[in-house]
Nanobody, 127 residues
Framework: QVQLVESGGDSVMAGGSLRLSCVTS????????VAWFRQAPGKEREGIAA????????GYADSVKDRFTISLDHAKNTVYLRMNSTKPDDTALYYC????????????????????WGPGTQVTVSP
C-alpha cells in the first residue's frame, strides 16, 4: 500500500522560506507522478506543483510559479517543496499526492487525477 507522509510545515513571516518534505513508500513503477496540493479554510483543494519521476518534468500553478520548486531525491524516496517569497495567501494545509503517468501527462494538477494522499502538514504565513 502506497504511503505518503508530509513534514516541514511551520509558521513563517511573509517573504520567508520553508521546505516541505514528503517521504514516499511502496510507490510502484507505474506511480510516476507526484505532486503537492494545498487547501485553505473554506476553499477548494488546489494543485500547485507536480513532478514526473520518469523524466523530472515539472509543472506549476500560476499562483506559485517562480516562487516554489518541487524536487525529488530518488535515493531518499522523498519529494520536496521549496517555498520562497511566501505570502499570507500561501497559508494552507499542504498535501503530498501520487498517481499514475496520466496525471502528469498535461500537468493539469487536477485533484481527481490523484489516487494517493498524505495526511497533510500546516503552513501559516503571517503578514
Amino acid at each position: 500500500q502506497v504511503q505518503l507522509v508530509e513534514s516541514g510545515g511551520d509558521s513563517v513571516m511573509a517573504g520567508g522560506s520553508l521546505r516541505l518534505s514528503c517521504v514516499t513508500s511502496r510507490l510502484s513503477s507505474s506511480t510516476v507522478c507526484v505532486a503537492w496540493f494545498r487547501q485553505a479554510p473554506g476553499k477548494e483543494r488546489e494543485g500547485i506543483a507536480a513532478f514526473d519521476r520518469r523524466n523530472s518534468r515539472t509543472g506549476y500553478a500560476d499562483s506559485v510559479k517562480d516562487r516554489f520548486t518541487i524536487s525529488l531525491d530518488h535515493a531518499k524516496n522523498t519529494v520536496y517543496l521549496r517555498m520562497n517569497s511566501t505570502k499570507p495567501d500561501d497559508t494552507a494545509l499542504y498535501y503530498c499526492a501520487a498517481s499514475r503517468a496520466a496525471a502528469c501527462q498535461h500537468m493539469t494538477l487536477s485533484r481527481s487525477d490523484y489516487h494517493y494522499w498524505g495526511p497533510g502538514t500546516q503552513v501559516t504565513v503571517s503578514p
